[in-house]
């Protein structure tokens, strides 16, 4: 698995931007100077931060990537829907 920072090129890439928390969030809303793709960026899990398992045992990371698949899985559903 591989991670990267997010950059300004992504605005156009992507059609939908999640960020795991308020500050990452913050953080890719400040790339939007000219604010055009607001409605593109979203908290994953609307109004909560995903907890940071990394200083925490093997439950946590594991109670962190349920909480993230059970969001994927509600979006990808809520897409489905979107186009049917």
Do not use: H, T, W
């Not at 991670?3 to 400040?30: G, H, P, T, V, W």
């Not at 607001?38 to 398992?53: A, F, G, R």
Request: aromatic residues 14%; charged residues 35%.
């Amino acid at each position: 698995m591989r991670a990267r920072q997010f950059i300004k090129n992504d605005f156009k890439e992507f059609d939908y931007i999640y960020a795991m928390d308020k500050s990452n969030l913050i953080n890719i809303q400040r790339l939007d100077v000219k604010k055009k793709y607001v409605s593109k960026i979203k908290l994953l899990i609307p109004e909560k931060d995903v907890p940071d398992p990394y200083y925490g045992e093997m439950e946590d990371f594991n109670n962190c990537f349920k909480l993230i698949d059970i969001q994927c899985k509600k979006i990808s559903a809520n897409m489905l829907e979107i186009y049917d």
